[in-house]
């Protein structure tokens, strides 16, 4: 289980690191602003104060639950898309609890401790902790969204460098060159996913979409999911790729490793995504 995980611990660390604005409230400023912004198109007309806790109520909601319709309630008429796409959050107007940084540091931590056998201090929770702070509370010119394995991969020897020293240590060395092979496998895979003709892939037998269809159901009420219905295995890359993720997803439902527990939204977040591609809810990325 340990060496699954550490073959896409570049994935996931990208998944992790992103998933931190899923549970972010926004900042003072970007609350500010909000209010602001509704206040001009006279959706709203009172009090900062009771803006700022429907707005916390609101990001309080786990991401895959949250609807337009949810802030609509309090106003006097719902807000258009434009404006509601104001409400998403990046890495400068959100705030991220320290509890989320800390258990994303104790994940990474542990695993590639685990993983690799190492005790170093490259791989302590104060150094994953500080890499983790600095991404998610990035400096002028920095990305602030949409994070990329290479972008920890930066960051963290950005606070080996100023916190530990400039030069470089092996072992530390060796482990980055290990994942950025295993993050270049992990894309081509995922590029000759996207790349499978169509007709051959997608298309789904009345059987399969009932049964994406109850998976999406279970994933969304966190309950078993069914059993592919079909007596022999699925040949569709993409229910192939499903499968793995339910594979993961029983796991996940089941297991008190602290390497999983702190990923099981994502996971479940991963089964939904996957559930819709196929369902057609949403269109591949070319």
């Not at 030069?167 to 496998?185: Q, R, Y």
Request: proline fraction near 6%; hydrophobic fraction near 40%.
């Amino acid at each position: 289980m340990v060496q699954v995980l550490w073959s896409t611990f570049p994935r996931l660390m990208e998944q992790n690191l992103n998933g931190l604005l899923d549970g972010a409230q926004p900042t003072a400023l970007k609350a500010f602003q909000l209010y602001k912004t509704c206040r001009n198109e006279g959706l709203w007309n009172e009090g900062l104060e009771k803006f700022a806790r429907h707005l916390e109520d609101f990001f309080s909601r786990p991401v895959v639950e949250r609807r337009k319709s949810h802030f609509d309630v309090h106003l006097r008429h719902p807000m258009d898309h434009h404006l509601y796409s104001d409400f998403e959050l990046n890495f400068r107007s959100a705030v991220v609890s320290e509890q989320s940084i800390t258990d994303l540091a104790s994940w990474a931590h542990n695993l590639i401790r685990v993983a690799k056998k190492t005790s170093a201090a490259f791989a302590s929770i104060d150094v994953m902790t500080r890499t983790i702070r600095r991404i998610t509370q990035p400096p002028p010119l920095a990305k602030a969204e949409n994070i990329e394995f290479d972008d920890f991969c930066e960051a963290w020897r950005e606070t080996i460098s100023k916190h530990y020293g400039s030069g470089e240590d092996k072992e530390f060395g060796e482990i980055v060159t290990e994942l950025k092979w295993l993050n270049a496998e992990l894309k081509r895979s995922e590029q000759g996913a996207r790349s499978t003709p169509p007709p051959a892939s997608l298309y789904l037998t009345p059987g399969e979409s009932e049964w994406t269809t109850e998976v999406y159901r279970a994933a969304f009420e966190w309950s078993e999911v069914p059993d592919y219905p079909l007596p022999y295995e699925p040949e569709k890359k993409l229910v192939k790729e499903l499968m793995r993720v339910i594979l993961l997803y029983r796991i996940a439902r089941v297991s008190k490793l602290p390497e999983i527990l702190e990923n099981r939204e994502k996971i479940r977040a991963t089964l939904l995504d996957r559930c819709e591609v196929l369902l057609d809810r949403k269109k591949l990325a070319s």
